[in-house]
């Protein structure tokens, strides 16, 4: 079967060696991101290891209940992508959009209560910088636990709105017919992005809401 | 391969260079080669604002009293000079330039894996650099070129946000060229092309752009944690609420150490090509100057720490950075001993491309034996903060890289422009340029050795002889930089025209045009021979 | 082309990750001194390898994909260790 020369770019010789190329690609990308948010795991380290008390104190002010089910819808979300990879491979245009259409939703519903939680804090005085207020005497470094919260949370939440935005692009060009096989290769690229935020929410749900639970 | 044959010179083929006109077809152009000479000329432009900063600099240190400007406007003096030249010059230099240029014509492809991503690093770039040039225009900052915390994330009055702001695009800039060019060399090479076969500039290109992607991400991390405590005031690095200064340093210098090798393996990897072609010798060791860009990648990452021997880091911590340290300088020194050796008993010539090459050996042996003084957790206590310091980074630095990436300029000059240039004019700026540097910077070494700190604008007088002279040579060196600015300017116009080979060179990039085709190549060549053949070669027809 | 795991191992991967995911929340309530935060990392990096395997085709992959999908984990690494080697050892005397 010829392939259909518009699939490829001008600097390939071939499909594979382009596929090949691009998922490359995004696994560098990837790489980065570990060491994006690294940076901030580990900064969240040495506190954690420094006020163990007080970030345990300030951890039990999230909702745990909150924090699974987020989780499980983004990891429920990771299952709707890999199935819609799997659909690209295969040809299905219904099918692959729709299992774009689930993760799209999921993640929104994801960020969604991301919102509703970061809304409570704020009302409750828990947003540092903005008149903080912490019970007890360590509200310095309960501070320091939600600026964290706060920036790993955020710049996770970020990486999910950029990520809805690109499978929303994708949902179009699926029912226009442009993600057919062989050019179904952004499907595989946004799905690898897509389950790296995946990833990065494992390790934070844990961090963040997990610290010390048996302590009352 | 081996028969030389210049082209008719009538009438000019078409060329990248031709191939289209007009403004639009070069701000928007997906074509590896013309995105190299945005580069240049963008690169070109923020050196010489970093080189007033420098003069400006200089300027002030030929008195010991402070004169000309207040303490604070030197400390923004200082900062911008360190900020400019580090971050929109020495990282980007080779990579972006020469290897934009280089690595798809010495791997026989036609472009980079992704062109438009290529475009895409330009424009953060440029994005980058309007934010920084809109701090500096503002006002300026004052926090150095370290942005250490808690001042400039809670004291300093100055532009930091805009600043930080534009060091971050600009870092993914830096994270898109290296993801390019890593997909590139994996996957594009040339059937027959080894990764043996390759040139080692790719090898060091290869290994610049690992640190580029595994390190940049964390300073973009710090530098937007001092950003949201500037804007928010929640101390993740002030230590009155909790927040622990050193964190910053550590995130810093996680990318800040790597980067000086992100600036001086592409350097290498300009000496490596250049030494071969000039001593018509095959280099020697070809694996172990390859192995050694990468464990120099590696082994970086584990050294920053040197940085922090006096800031409050533990102790323990310190003898361990130190230890890891003096691995480094292993295999920089195979490199030095492989060019060296592939030196002795050549045919050697000293054209100026050779010139800045033997004088990148000589600085750069310098300041990375001065470097294994710095890590000696004992002896950077007397040294610490002083000009000893400045003498040395800028011998890797000035001594180093620039003179390599000058090496590499005119070393390939004939293939990006199809020009040659006047080599007498080239290698009377090499000479000025070697002369200039080392009156700049080696009463550095002695001044920071007898104790005169960095960073301040006044001085106690017996130290003034010493500044003289480096004022003076800042002065030769400034002359020097502006010599091939012009000749080389004069040369797209007047120089001859090249041979696709003038220095009857191995590697894919001599054997496309000069200058080559939007495409490179006509036909994706098959390569059947090893890297740096010069033996097997037929004496050059003079 | 490369091969890609069945819908029926996507489906038996979800269902344990969302065992691990209960898991974890249950274990956390339980007192285990220290252990308590090696088991939730324990988790969370068994939960990371069964997407990364599984959804993120790691298995079916070329040595190099592998290569810098460790790359950044291993460097995390050098981060955290070296850091932390001086954020424990800073009051040492």
Same mark, same amino acid.
């Given at each position: ?41 580990? &900064? ?62 999921? &993640? ?109 | ?80 000079? &360190? ?83 534009? *060091? ?247 293939? *990006?422009? &199809? ?92 054997m496309a045009p000069s200058p080559p085709p939007t495409q490179n190549f006509p036909v994706t060549p098959l390569v059947a021979w090893e890297a740096y053949e010069y033996e097997k070669r037929e004496v050059p027809v003079a | 082309m490369t091969h890609a795991a069945s819908p029926r191992t996507y489906v038996i991967v979800l269902l344990a990750l969302l065992a691990l995911t209960v898991v974890t929340t249950v274990v956390a309530h339980i007192d285990l001194g220290p252990g308590n935060s090696a088991v939730a990392m324990l988790i969370a990096v068994v ?47």
């Amino acid at each position: 079967m010829p392939e259909p020369t518009h699939a490829l770019a001008e600097q390939f010789d071939d499909l594979e060696q382009q596929r090949q190329a691009s998922t490359i690609g995004m696994w560098v990308f990837l790489a980065t991101e570990v060491i994006f948010f690294g940076a901030l795991i580990t &900064g969240y380290t040495e506190y954690r290891a420094s006020y163990y008390q007080a970030w345990a104190a300030a951890s039990k002010h999230l909702s745990v209940v909150f924090g699974a089910i987020m989780t499980i819808l983004l990891l429920s979300s990771s299952f709707t992508m890999a199935m819609a990879v799997h659909f690209a491979r295969l040809g299905g245009r219904k099918r692959l959009a729709l299992c774009l259409l689930l993760t799209i939703l999921l &993640g929104a519903v994801f960020v969604g209560m991301k919102f509703m939680e970061w809304h409570d804090h704020y009302q409750r005085h828990e947003v540092p910088g903005m008149g903080f207020e912490f019970p007890g005497p360590n509200a310095r470094e309960a501070q320091l636990f939600f600026s964290f919260y706060f920036a790993m949370t955020g710049f996770h939440a970020l990486h999910m709105i950029v990520g809805i935005g690109i499978l929303a692009v994708l949902t179009g060009l699926a029912l226009l017919g442009r993600l057919a096989p062989p050019r179904h290769v952004p499907v595989d690229i946004a799905g690898l992005y897509w389950h790296f935020v995946d990833i990065v929410w494992i390790f934070l749900f844990p961090l963040l809401y997990l610290v010390d639970l048996h302590h009352k | 391969m081996s028969s030389k044959t210049v082209e008719p010179v009538s009438e000019t083929p078409v060329n990248y260079l031709n191939a289209s006109f007009g403004l639009r077809s070069w701000l928007l152009t997906i074509d590896h080669k013309r995105i190299a000479l945005l580069y240049l000329v963008t690169i070109t432009l923020f050196f010489f604002v970093g080189g007033v900063f420098a003069l400006l600099i200089r300027l002030e240190l030929l008195t010991p009293r402070g004169d000309l400007f207040t303490a604070e406007t030197y400390n923004k003096l200082f900062t911008m000079h &360190g900020l400019i030249m580090i971050f929109f010059f020495l990282i980007p230099a080779v990579p972006a330039v020469l290897g934009n240029f280089l690595v798809p014509l010495m791997i026989g492809a036609r472009d980079l894996a992704f062109p438009r991503i290529n475009l895409l690093s330009y424009y953060i770039y440029a994005v980058g650099g309007t934010f920084t040039m809109y701090s500096v225009v503002a006002g300026g900052v004052d926090t150095g070129w370290t942005f250490y915390t808690p001042y400039s994330s809670t004291y300093s009055n100055t532009h930091v946000t805009a600043m930080v702001i534009g *060091i971050f695009i600009t870092g993914f800039s830096s994270i898109l060229t290296g993801l390019n060019f890593i997909v590139t060399i994996h996957k594009m090479r040339a059937p027959g092309l080894t990764w043996f076969r390759l040139p080692l500039f790719l090898w060091s290109i290869y290994a610049t752009s690992i640190i580029m992607i595994l390190g940049t991400p964390s300073v973009a991390m710090a530098l937007a944690l001092v950003a949201m405590e500037r804007l928010l005031h929640i101390g993740i690095f002030d230590p009155r609420l909790g927040g622990d200064p050193l964190l910053f340093q550590h995130l810093f210098w996680f990318y800040s150490h790597p980067a000086v090798y992100i600036m001086i393996l592409p350097g290498m990897g300009i000496v490596s090509e250049i030494v071969p072609c000039f001593s018509r010798k095959r280099i020697f060791g070809y694996s172990f100057v390859a192995f050694s860009s990468l464990a120099i990648a590696v082994l970086g990452f584990l050294v920053w720490g040197h940085h922090m021997f006096v800031a409050g880091q533990s102790i323990y911590a310190g003898i361990i950075f130190s230890a890891l340290s003096f691995l480094v300088a292993i295999p920089s020194a195979v490199k030095v001993f492989n060019w060296t050796a592939t030196l002795y008993k050549g045919s050697v010539s000293f054209a100026t491309p050779m010139l800045y090459a033997l004088g990148f050996i000589g600085l750069f042996t310098i300041g990375g034996l001065t470097g294994l003084v710095l890590a000696t957790l004992g002896l950077d206590i007397h040294v610490h903060d002083t000009y000893f310091v400045i003498a040395h980074f800028h011998y890797i630095m000035v001594g180093g890289m620039v003179m390599a990436y000058l090496g590499g300029i005119h070393f390939w000059w004939p293939k *990006i422009t &199809g020009r040659l240039y006047p080599d007498s004019w080239g290698r009377l700026a090499a000479a000025i340029i070697f002369i200039g540097f080392n009156l700049t910077f080696f009463p550095q070494f002695i001044v920071g050795y007898l104790g005169m700190p960095r960073r301040y604008h006044v001085y106690p007088p017996e130290f003034q002889v010493l500044n003289v002279f480096s004022t003076a040579g800042a002065s030769i060196l400034g002359v020097g930089y502006l010599l091939p600015l012009l000749y080389l300017f004069w040369s797209l116009k007047y120089g001859a025209k090249s041979p696709a080979n003038p220095w009857d060179a191995t590697g894919l990039e001599w054997m496309a045009p000069s200058p080559p085709p939007t495409q490179n190549f006509p036909v994706t060549p098959l390569v059947a021979w090893e890297a740096y053949e010069y033996e097997k070669r037929e004496v050059p027809v003079a | 082309m490369t091969h890609a795991a069945s819908p029926r191992t996507y489906v038996i991967v979800l269902l344990a990750l969302l065992a691990l995911t209960v898991v974890t929340t249950v274990v956390a309530h339980i007192d285990l001194g220290p252990g308590n935060s090696a088991v939730a990392m324990l988790i969370a990096v068994v939960k990371m390898l069964l997407v990364m395997l599984f959804f993120m085709h790691i298995r079916y992959e070329a040595r190099l994909t592998r290569l810098f999908a460790g790359a950044g984990l291993l460097w995390l690494l050098f981060m955290i260790g070296l850091v932390m080697a001086d954020v424990l050892s800073r009051n040492w005397r």
